[in-house]
């Protein structure tokens, strides 16, 4: 049919289908040819918008920036390993403010994007079954921040907890004042959501007499404490990678088996 793309009908391709059509082709072409190809299937998804085949251009909301990440495959996500290795993640974590340290530690074992972090509820988590369920996610407002949807479709999923995380969450809870089902899991100090700032952080600034918070505070205390890990600067969103690469090196999934996962 002219409006199918294999067994799919094109209004059922989201952005994340297209990513992992991209990552399997990657497996087999050069990066060169997988750009390549691109362009002709943003072209025939465009002729589908126009004809009301399907509602949006998939490929053409992918960045610029995850296309590069994309096609580049492996070789970027083992760089990142590399420089961000488990003894700094485990360095990060222990020099991080009481009130960060879960927060870093939840995201680098569950892959969870930040939008998808501070929109969490204590009722998405089923303590029972060790799982918590991605439903929504963070967005930007006209005034400060609102829940919306996850960044795509299959970005509502659920994610298996260990036994580590069930068991700090449990006293996380215990010892925040905001504990009900409604409540944020991880909301900032008012026990409102917080911004999407809030998580990286800031330097240290000795010239406006600047204390550094956030990741980049606990990344500036791991660096100083332990010099010989040669820690460098990363972002949030970083972390989220490094949660990839654990997985396609540590636990041997495919890409395309980690783009499931997350």
């Not at 610029?64 to 700094?88: F, N, V």
Request: net charge positive; with cysteine; hydrophobic share 40%.
């Amino acid at each position: 049919s002219y409006c199918r793309v294999g067994d799919l009908e094109m209004n059922e391709i989201c952005i994340k289908t297209v990513k992992n059509i991209v990552m399997e082709i990657g497996e087999t072409r050069a990066s060169k040819t997988v750009k390549n190809m691109m362009g002709p299937f943003r072209s025939v998804f465009d002729y589908a918008v126009e004809n009301d085949w399907c509602k949006i251009n998939a490929p053409a909301r992918i960045s610029p920036t995850t296309w590069k990440e994309l096609i580049g495959g492996k070789r970027k996500k083992k760089d990142l390993a590399q420089r961000i290795a488990s003894p700094i993640i485990d360095a990060v974590i222990e020099c991080a403010d009481t009130d960060f340290r879960l927060r870093i530690k939840f995201t680098v074992k569950t892959g969870v994007r930040s939008g998808e972090l501070r929109a969490l509820l204590w009722s998405d988590v089923d303590f029972e079954k060790k799982k918590i369920d991605i439903n929504k996610a963070a967005e930007k407002a006209e005034q400060g921040q609102s829940v919306g949807y996850p960044k795509t479709d299959a970005g509502n999923r659920p994610i298996a907890l260990t036994d580590e995380l069930v068991t700090e969450l449990k006293a996380w809870r215990l010892l925040s004042p905001w504990s009900r089902d409604n409540d944020l899991i991880f909301p900032g100090r008012s026990g409102a959501m917080m911004g999407p700032n809030t998580l990286n952080g800031e330097k240290s600034s000795k010239k406006r007499g600047r204390r550094a918070k956030g990741l980049k505070a606990a990344i500036e205390k791991a660096a100083a404490k332990y010099p010989e890990l040669k820690i460098t600067e990363f972002t949030w969103h970083d972390l989220r990678h490094y949660f990839a690469s654990n997985l396609i090196f540590n636990a041997n999934l495919s890409v395309k088996e980690v783009a499931r996962e997350m």
